[in-house]
């Protein structure tokens, strides 16, 4: 399972560094996740970084990948998780609910993220991380 922060979503959809890699990665992987935040969080995002000509073609690109995604919701055990992980080791609340997600997930678990405080946090909890 390859669970996906928006670091990294967004990454699919936008050209820049580390686009390919993204993409080559998600498309390797026969199941993938995120948390609900991640999908809202990236909807947001591309409504700032693309123009309305634009934006409904990226738009859909990230509806398609959800449909397929597993989703995981920010209901109160994962924000009660979030909160220990982001206490435990000094992170972001977005971040700390993204991680939190993943660990709802039968392991093992592939985490692909472009933030390096991230991925050492996942790495402390036990994912796998990817390199890109």
Sequence with gaps: MLAIDTSALLKR???ETGREAVV???????AWCASLVA?????IA????????ELKQATEYLENDVARMALVPADDVCLGRAAEIGC???LRTLDSI?????????RPVRF???DLRQRQAALTLG?????V
Aim: glycine share 2%; charged share 30%.
């Design 127 to 131: 994912f796998e991380t990817i390199e």
């Design 112 to 114: 692909l993220t472009f």
């Design 88 to 90: 435990e080791l000094g």
């Design 46 to 53: 591309l409504c700032r970084l693309f123009e309305p000509y």
């Design 39 to 43: 999908v809202a969080e990236a909807r």
């Design 13 to 15: 959809y936008v050209d």
């Design 24 to 30: 080559v990665t998600m498309e390797s992987e026969a």
């Design 98 to 106: 993204h991680l939190a997600a993943a660990e709802r997930l039968p």
